[in-house]
């Protein structure tokens, strides 16, 4: 029988070969099992179950534990995945888009684009969560097959998906990887890793409802883009809904009504504010705090013009670079001008207005 020499921080120990990252870290760490989701072999993601393979040499092992932020994204992403089969169960002949994790939105932690056989509505939302909750309970393994080009696309032609097999066209040169979740309808091509097995995923809702289009393109595909998010408890996903709900209350668009300070209306232009008397007081106060604290610290004040003759525009390189930006020229007494997209010409423009010595 083959040995495997496998590293765990400092501590090196041989195993039985075959062996997956699984059996490595339980070799070192039984405990540290139970907190782990996926793990790192020589620093490439890999699913916690997935033989090691590394040929000779040493394979330092790393535990992708639940409670770090690469394993949240594996908790998200893995979340998606739960949503699409949720959705391919309820709703059979649907579409698949793309479903990644988001870490950085702070309204939501993954979608999944559909093209679902009827228009889905918000109120389907918590019965595909209801769904998602189920399967989530039945413990379905996240299992990956790797498979050539040519297959993968007969496999995804021969489920009516479209736009995945566009995606595979693209992304994909000789084989690639596709997980299944088992016992439940999905198949998708993607590089992994998941969680795995469903049950690892207890903490998740779904939250909103929008359109898309294929690729982002108002050309291409619309879709339906579904929003959720996913914690690896329910104590951080029940903080973090308390926390959306007093910002929710905190909504300047909210407070400027119910104080009267601003008000926004579609007649005049989105984002266009109209201040109100106590809006204006507000505003008032603010700016005489910046110009206090900017003369204390030594700054001096200048001011210049909203518009300049077009021509300023194009020496300083704006046009040929930002034009498609910048508003559109206006003429003014058989000149034209362009509203200004940045002040430096202007200041460059003081600066040049008298003499200076390079000393
Ligand atoms: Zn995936």
């Known amino acids: 029988m083959s040995e495997l020499n496998v590293k765990f921080g400092e501590k090196e120990i041989s195993l039985p070969a075959p062996a997956t990252a699984a059996d490595a870290i339980k070799a070192f760490d039984r405990d540290a099992l139970k907190r782990t989701l996926a793990a790192r072999v020589n620093g490439a993601e890999v699913d916690l179950y997935s033989q090691i393979n590394i040929g000779s040499g040493y394979a330092?092992?790393?535990?992708?534990?639940?409670?770090?932020?690469?394993?949240?994204?594996?908790?998200?992403?893995?979340?998606?995945?739960?949503?699409?089969a949720a959705v391919l169960d309820l709703f059979p002949g649907t579409k698949l888009g793309i479903g990644p994790a988001l870490m950085d939105d702070p309204r939501y932690g993954f979608f999944y684009d559909v093209i679902a056989p009827r228009q889905l509505t918000e109120a389907d939302l918590p019965i595909i969560e209801k769904r998602m909750k189920a399967m989530a309970k039945q413990n379905l393994p996240y299992r990956r097959e790797n498979v050539d080009k040519k297959r993968i696309l007969e496999i995804f032609k021969e489920r009516g998906e479209p736009l995945k097999c566009e995606l595979i066209d693209e992304k994909v040169q000789e084989a690639a990887s596709i997980y299944y979740i088992d016992n439940s309808p999905f198949i998708d091509f993607c590089?992994?890793?998941?969680?795995?097995?469903?049950?690892?995923?207890?903490?998740?809702?779904?939250?909103?409802?929008?359109?898309?289009?294929?690729?982002?393109?108002?050309?291409?595909?619309?879709?339906?883009?579904?929003?959720?998010?996913?914690?690896?408890?329910?104590?951080?996903?029940?903080?973090?809904?308390?926390?959306?709900?007093?910002?929710?209350?905190?909504?300047?668009?909210?407070?400027?009504?119910?104080?009267?300070?601003?008000?926004?209306?579609?007649?005049?232009?989105?984002?266009?504010?109209?201040?109100?008397?106590?809006?204006?007081?507000?505003?008032?106060?603010?700016?005489?705090?910046?110009?206090?604290?900017?003369?204390?610290?030594g700054y001096s004040f200048v001011f210049t013009p909203h518009i300049a003759k077009r021509q300023l525009w194009?020496?300083?390189?704006?046009?040929?670079?930002?034009?498609?930006?910048?508003?559109?020229?206006?003429?003014?007494?058989?000149?034209?001008y362009r509203l200004k997209p940045m002040n430096c010409p202007f200041h460059i423009g003081i600066y040049k207005s008298s003499p200076r010595s390079y000393r």
């Open 60 to 84: 330092a092992i790393e535990p992708i534990t639940l409670d770090s932020r690469d394993g949240l994204e594996i908790i998200r992403h893995s979340a998606a995945h739960l949503l699409a």
């Open 191 to 297: 590089l992994g890793p998941h969680v795995p097995h469903t049950g690892k995923l207890q903490a998740f809702k779904l939250l909103a409802l929008s359109g898309a289009y294929w690729k982002g393109d108002a050309e291409r595909e619309q879709m339906q883009r579904i929003y959720g998010i996913a914690f690896a408890t329910q104590n951080e996903l029940d903080a973090w809904i308390k926390q959306r709900e007093e910002a929710e209350k905190r909504d300047h668009r909210k407070l400027g009504r119910e104080l009267d300070l601003f008000s926004i209306s579609d007649d005049y232009g989105q984002g266009l504010i109209l201040w109100h008397p106590k809006g204006g007081i507000v505003r008032m106060e603010m700016e005489r705090l910046l110009r206090e604290e900017l003369e204390k610290r």
């Open 314 to 336: 194009s020496i300083s390189g704006h046009e040929e670079n930002y034009a498609e930006s910048m508003y559109a020229p206006t003429s003014i007494e058989d000149e034209e």
